[in-house]
């Protein structure tokens, strides 16, 4: 017995050997290797790159990835308020914006090998269309896709419309291959895979984790000398790991990372904190319909007690501008003569005084999504400052689909009081902004405040109609419509967020869109 | 003998019958709208009506039930609703990954769990029993999704001599031919002799092993040390000892052999405990498992993929505690 | 009245023996210094809002401008995000971990007791009904069960505890019908039923008080898992709300702010550490001392 053990003993030992000299050898493989490596850029973010490979139906975070596999007819430069060609070179609209005329950019080649053609662009269009699944209501006003010839396509609208920004739509507008489409199943591009004409191939997809794209050779708009040969996006949630993992150069971009990391990464000469803006915008609804936020003196009176310099300084980091209104300043519609509230205690108690509002009413719910920090410090100081008013808050962070499944229940007393809300526009746009979170609803989806003002209604239609001809007018009537939200409070307007995407110093040509929020286009980046 | 298995793999299928009902009746009652989920973000009404529709939950609740087992017993878990695919071939994919990491853990929580447990046995009630003991406390009471954080920032942030998480490193995966075998890296790669991608997945693999095997350490070095502790003082020790075979001998040959038994139970249900780990731990070292998974279920509550996790579990329990309940049986000390 | 004596018969040396394992108990260093330790961390739990120096950061202010303070003088554990005094809401965390957990192992005892006893002493439909159904429950990893509780019931503290306790009570079930069977067959219950006692009566009069010192025993080993449990679902998301300190959640909460603030993952996770430590230690002594093979050898 001890001699077998002995022996198992001196077994251990020789394995610990050999794997030893299989160390080593790895090393020196590894470092012969680097000489010739192509170069990735590895992009980590916080949630899945991808969930629904389909570009007619994926709407929940691929968005980098899929700008980066397929395109759109144009693209929306945010920062300078104006739209790019891009597979499309150039567009018309007559009729009164009824008709719109794209031309299609020519050579340019989808990843199997098949052309671009007017047909391919009626096909996808369509294809999203009619699946009806993720975004593809932007194409709502479109009756009838016309092939004018093999680079023109003509869109008949049933009523007046921005086509040219839906087709710059960050999601549900992209151009697939019909051949690779058509050749396959329904599900087949769901199952992971991909036919786009963009810079880059999907290569490798693992459910939920990450995402290999390989540089496509035959891209259109051809390839600098210094360029990605690999760009991989992937899921890590820590954001201390992501942290580290930029600082070490182990990664090339992040995002989200804390506000207290950023401004320590400031001063790292290895990194760069990209800060831009953004067009999301954090906000706050009330439950209008259910006392006492029924009251409009209450709600203004939970204005006033908002500390909104502290949020935007500590919740957010500093990383957001105070809102001024429903609109994000980055959006066309935002007005900068809007009223802006302030933190007044005192006034918030007279204003309750005034609301007859009882000292021993019950406890306010207040829900947020618990993954969002940023929420979750702003909900612990509103909390706090409330109570110095005499109103007590429980909080409550949930995921976000059991939070908006609460605040869609059937009996008013089982919602929520007090609501966080992130919103961000679909395309640039402020009716369908302003629509989705305070239109009269049948049935509650957004419009979390349970606002419901006809004379609200009508100025925001009007504002939409006017928006192609006079647009003048429009901005004045989208003024008047939040200026009305202001007074009757049903929301408070908190900040505008800041994107911040963080990148290694290795990796270059990164602009910002906040049209496209946090999504780096590779082709435009390279290695130093 | 086969008496006893066929009524214990019988009981099983019923506790398993029971396991499914009773998971259905718990995710349906979940509060979450599914169809709403399906659609995703920027749902409108009637997208969500024609989920609603599409994932038959307009149905009664008898009928999808009937459906749901209907699918079960064709090996169907139904769709994610997340990711629109089929929970069952995402748990395949994910299965290998968590897998490696529970035999890993318990391996190592095995061996160093006897190790523990022989000597705090031998050395009973003096300082290194009492370490031991401590130690072997301490290792079951330590919060693993905090000292999985811990350790990643002293290995990778401060000494950078690990990774910090998932299972290759970027450039090993992108540039090597990766072995898929049986999806285990570190098997796979041994058995095609590749050295690049097992020297680069045993460094990934070691601290999220470490962190998971402290709790069967812990459970096992208890064990083995109580069940030591009875064994010593049975009478033919005293004999072995009185015929003057040295202290070693008779703890590693006699003594360990006999308190294997009550050691068996003990991983078994270190196992079962390590897999539920792996829940807190994979999202932390972004191990591409079934824990990693179900973490984000959870998170956006998507109903099929939690049940299909909890189904899973459930069945790798029932196994576990019949592989348990076998290894008691043949026992010769239990069956006499 | 005849039944009455025979049970004050059961009861009398066990009391003996109860004394008994405090001495032997208090034998062993490891144990005692952890009974030590479970006084000191009771009476925390009961004086935490005296003992914290700036109690109103437990429930009440936040104070942004002093975030994320390294541990000195005036905030001897560092502050949080918010500004808050880490020391002060690590104190009152212990009453929160403590009561949660006590009350967690109470409401399983309170349904596992009685249905264990329940399934020992009756019919054998009544005993396989009970145990298959405690089978299910037990096939279902505990975490996951709790998740998915915790999921339907909403993210609270009340509802992890519950989540808890109805993943925790089948352990108790299997305790008690076990003795409870090897009760059935005692004098005492025979004699109880022979003179016409009616079954409930026999069950509650007779078997649980019987069988109650084993599973007080389990129950008070298990106090450090459950503490641990409610810690994780805190963590995940699903437990104690902000501003609640409880430990879970403030370490949850740390790791956005691990780098640039390590003591404030530190000392909620030592704190855990600790508490559950003791409890464990406390468990693994009674274990030994009740263990009649291992008892007098001590």
């Known amino acids: 017995m001890r001699e077998k053990m002995l022996s198992n003993v001196k077994g251990i030992s020789s394995l610990f050997t050999i794997l030893a000299i299989a160390g080593l050898l790895v090393c020196f493989s590894v470092a012969a290797a680097t000489a010739a490596e192509p170069k990735v850029a590895l992009y980590i973010q916080d949630t899945e790159p991808i969930l629904d490979w389909d570009p007619s139906v994926e709407s929940g975070g691929g968005m980098l990835v899929l700008n980066n596999v397929y395109e759109t007819l144009l693209r929306y430069d945010a920062t300078q308020k104006k739209i790019i060609p891009l597979l499309a070179t150039s567009y018309t609209q007559s009729n009164y914006g009824m008709t719109w005329t794209f031309k299609i950019r020519k050579g340019v080649r989808f990843h199997d090998g098949s052309k671009l053609d007017a047909k391919a662009v009626k096909f996808s269009i369509e294809r999203t269309m009619k699946l009806g699944k993720g975004m593809s209501y932007i194409w709502a006003p479109v009756t009838k896709i016309t092939v004018v010839n093999k680079y023109t396509v003509k869109f008949d609208l049933e009523w007046p419309a921005p086509l040219d920004l839906i087709a710059t739509s960050n999601y549900a507008a992209f151009i697939m291959s019909p051949k690779a489409v058509k050749s396959h199943n329904q599900d087949w591009l769901s199952q992971g895979n991909a036919v786009g004409t963009g810079p880059y191939v999907l290569q490798k997809s693992t459910m939920g984790e990450e995402v290999i794209l390989r540089a496509f050779d035959d891209y259109w708009n051809g390839w600098g000398e210094k360029r990605y040969d690999f760009a991989v996006v992937k899921k890590i949630v820590e954001s201390s790991s992501r942290r580290q993992m930029i600082e070490k150069g182990d990664a090339s971009a992040t995002v989200y990372l804390p506000a207290e990391d950023l401004d320590q990464m400031k001063s790292n000469p290895n990194v760069i904190v990209n800060v831009g803006p953004s067009l999301e915008n954090t906000s706050i609804m009330f439950n209008t319909q259910r006392a006492p936020l029924d009251n409009k003196l209450v709600r203004q009176a939970f204005a006033y007690a908002f500390p909104y310099k502290k949020v935007v300084k500590y919740a957010a980091g500093g990383y957001a501008i105070k809102a001024r209104g429903a609109l994000p300043a980055q959006l066309w519609g935002h007005s900068k003569s809007l009223f802006q509230y302030s933190q007044d205690l005192e006034k918030a108690k007279q204003l309750l005084k005034q609301a007859n509002y009882s000292q021993n009413s019950r406890k306010l719910l207040f829900t947020y999504v618990s993954s969002m920090e940023a929420d979750k410090k702003m909900a612990e100081m509103y909390k706090s400052d409330l109570a110095k008013i005499g109103v007590e808050v429980e909080l409550r962070g949930m995921p976000w689909e059991s939070m908006w499944e609460l605040s869609k229940s059937r009996k008013v007393e089982d919602r929520q009081d007090i609501f966080a809300m992130l919103w961000w526009p679909d395309y640039c746009d402020p009716y369908s902004w302003l629509y989705n979170m305070f239109h009269s609803q049948k049935e509650i989806l957004y419009n979390l405040a349970y606002w419901s003002d006809p004379k609200f209604d009508k100025l925001i239609d009007d504002a939409n109609y006017e928006m192609m001809f006079k647009k003048k007018k429009s901005l004045a009537l989208y003024h008047e419509a939040q200026e009305m939200l202001l007074d009757e409070s049903p929301s408070i307007f908190v900040y505008d967020k800041k994107n911040t995407l963080v990148t290694h110093k290795s990796f270059k040509g990164f602009k910002d869109n906040p049209a496209y929020p946090n999504v780096v286009f590779f082709h435009e980046t390279y290695p130093e | ?101 529970v035999f890993l853990s318990t391996f190592i929580g095995v061996f160093l769990g006897l190790y523990l447990g022989v000597v705090s046995a031998r050395r009973k009630d003096q300082w290194v029993d009492h370490l031991c003991r401590f130690f072997s406390v301490a290792t079951v009471s330590i919060p693993a999704f905090w000292i999985g954080l811990l350790l990643q920032y002293v290995f990778y942030g401060t000494l950078d001599w690990l990774p910090l998480g998932e299972r290759l490193s970027m450039n090993v995966k992108l540039f090597h031919e990766i072995p898929d075998i049986t999806g285990m890296l570190l098997f796979d790669s041994l058995i095609t002799w590749n050295l690049v991608v097992f020297w680069d997945a045993l460094k990934h693999i070691l601290l999220p092993g470490f962190v998971m095997a402290l709790f069967p350490i812990g459970l096992v070095a208890r064990m083995t040390r109580s069940a030591l502790l009875e064994i010593l003082n049975e009478d033919y020790i005293k004999a072995a000892r009185s015929y003057g075979l040295s202290e070693r001998i008779i703890m590693w040959s006699y003594a360990l052999k006999n308190s294997l038994g009550p050691t068996a139970t003990v991983v078994t249900l270190a196992i079962g405990y390590t897999l539920v780990n792996t829940f807190l731990i994979e999202s932390i070292f972004s191990w591409p498992g079934i824990g990693n998974y179900i973490a984000s279920a959870v998170v956006s509550l998507d109903y099929p993929a939690i049940m299909g996790v909890t189904i899973f579990s459930a069945v790798s329990y029932v196994f576990l505690n019949l592989a348990a309940d076998m290894i008691i049986a043949l026992d010769p000390q239990v069956r006499t | 009245m005849n039944h009455q004596v025979i049970s004050w018969n059961a009861i009398a040396p066990r009391i003996k023996e109860f004394r008994e394992t405090v001495y032997l108990l208090k034998r062993n260093k490891l144990t005692r210094i952890a009974l030590l330790a479970i006084y000191a961390l009771i009476f925390i739990a009961i004086f935490a809002p005296w003992l914290a120096p700036h109690s109103t950061h437990i429930m009440m202010d936040t104070n942004p401008q002093d975030k994320l303070l390294a541990p000195c003088t005036q905030y001897l554990f560092g502050t949080d995000e918010l500004g808050r005094d880490i020391f002060s809401r690590v104190l009152y965390g212990t009453r929160i971990s403590l009561q949660t957990g006590l009350l967690a192992v109470g409401i399983s005892l309170l349904i596992g007791v009685p249905l264990g006893a329940i399934a020992g002493a009756s019919e054998w439909y009544v005993d396989e009904a009970i145990m298959r159904v405690t089978d299910i429950f037990l096939s279902f990893p505990g975490l996951l069960l709790a998740i998915a509780i915790a999921a339907i019931l909403g993210p609270s503290l009340q509802n992890a505890m519950l989540a808890i306790s109805i993943s925790w009570w089948p352990w108790y079930t299997r305790i008690v019908r076990g003795q409870a069977i090897s009760l059935r067959e005692r004098q005492f219950v025979k004699a109880a039923k022979a003179i016409g006692t009616p079954h409930y009566k026999i069950i509650f009069s007779h078997i649980i008080p019987n069988c109650i010192a084993p599973v007080i025993v389990q129950a008070s080993m298990d106090i450090g898992g459950v503490i641990l449990t409610i810690a994780a679902l805190s963590f995940l998301g699903l437990g104690a709300q902000p501003p609640t300190p409880e430990w879970g959640l403030m370490i949850s909460t740390s790791r956005t702010y691990f780098l640039s603030a390590w003591w404030y993952s530190f000392f909620p996770g030592m704190a855990i550490l600790i508490t559950v430590l003791v409890f464990n230690l406390l468990g693994d002594g009674l274990r030994e001392v009740l263990d009649p093979k291992t008892r007098k050898k001590q």
């Open chain 2, 1 to 101: 003998m086969r008496i006893f298995i066929i009524k214990r793999l019988l009981l099983g299928l019923l506790v398993l019958f029971g396991v499914i009902s009773v998971t259905f009746v718990i995710v349906r009652v979940i509060p979450s709208d599914p169809a709403a989920q399906w659609v995703g973000p920027r749902a409108t009404i009637e997208q969500i009506e024609a989920a609603r529709v599409e994932l038959g939950l307009n149905d009664s609740f008898f009928v999808q039930y009937g459906n749901f087992v209907a699918d079960l017993a064709q090996g169907d878990l139904g769709k994610s609703i997340r990711t629109h695919q089929p929970v069952m071939t995402e748990l395949k994919a994910f299965l290998p990954a968590t897998l490696e990491l």
